[in-house]
């Protein structure tokens, strides 16, 4: 992003109430205590909402699955992660060991009802010495995200396919006739179905402190060359 698109998207903030200069390491949530010990992917924090706040993520670069098609995204999420541990093991073609990131995430087309399978991709945080030339495996593929806005809700405790569509929802309340809920509607597909993504940056193991959160990504380039 320009310096002068920098200038105009901090001009709308401040006829926002609640904004604040971005700052990565200020949060209305919880910091991941986990980003603490491994790496995560760095952002600016933009504002702070009722129950939401809005993110800038740099570029990133994710290894990440074909779509699965299940009914659980708990069951989806716990099977393609066992396919992203061998992977950063030195299951891929240079056979190179990678270190650990969080979080895990898992990108969320939901189906049109209850019994109906949704589509999930789950897909690993690549960590920046690794970006430039990720080793290749069957069976994954890599995405590579340009800077991407984000309205992130957070929740605790171990994530459930009931809980994951009861926060999202809830994300999307909260956003409610703001720009950003417009520029979420903007950015997606043609396709109507709503699209979001759950963040894990637990592992299995982990009792306490455990931090999940719902993205909805979306592009504010448009917005903010508008004013």
């Known amino acids: 992003m320009s310096v002068f698109h920098l200038f105009k ?3 709308l903030l401040s006829l926002l109430p609640n904004s604040i200069i971005p ?22 924090l933009i504002q702070t909402g009722n129950g939401y706040e809005i ?14 098609q299940d009914i659980s995204l708990v069951d989806a999420t716990r099977d393609a992660f066992l396919q992203l541990f061998d992977y950063i093991q030195g299951k891929n073609e240079h ?13 969320v087309s939901p189906s049109d009802g209850p019994f109906c399978e949704s589509s ?16 290749p495996a069957k069976g994954l593929h890599v995405q590579k ?13 171990f994530v459930s396919d009931s809980e994951v569509g009861e926060e999202a929802a809830a994300l999307e309340a909260s956003l409610a006739g703001s720009i950003w809920s417009a520029a979420i509607e903007k950015s997606r ?4 179905t709503s699209t979001y ?9 982990e009792y306490k402190e455990r931090v999940n959160e719902i993205w909805m990504m979306f592009d504010m380039e448009d917005e903010v060359g508008a004013l």
Request: net charge positive; proline share 13%.
């Open 189 to 192: 597909p043609d396709d109507p």
């Open 55 to 68: 993110r800038r993520y740099n570029s990133t670069v994710w290894i990440s699955t074909s779509p699965i």
């Open 197 to 205: 993504t759950v963040a894990q940056y637990n592992s299995p193991f």
């Open 23 to 44: 700052n990565s390491q200020k949060s209305t949530g919880l910091f991941p205590p986990t980003c603490s010990r491994i790496e995560c992917p760095s952002y600016d």
């Open 95 to 107: 056979q190179e060991h990678i270190e650990m990131t969080a979080p895990v995430i898992t990108q």
């Open 145 to 157: 995200w340009g800077p991407a806005y984000a309205a992130v809700r957070q929740f605790s405790g």
């Open 9 to 11: 998207l901090s001009l």
């Open 120 to 135: 999930f991709v789950v897909s690993f945080y690549v960590p920046k010495k690794n970006q430039a030339n990720p080793p």
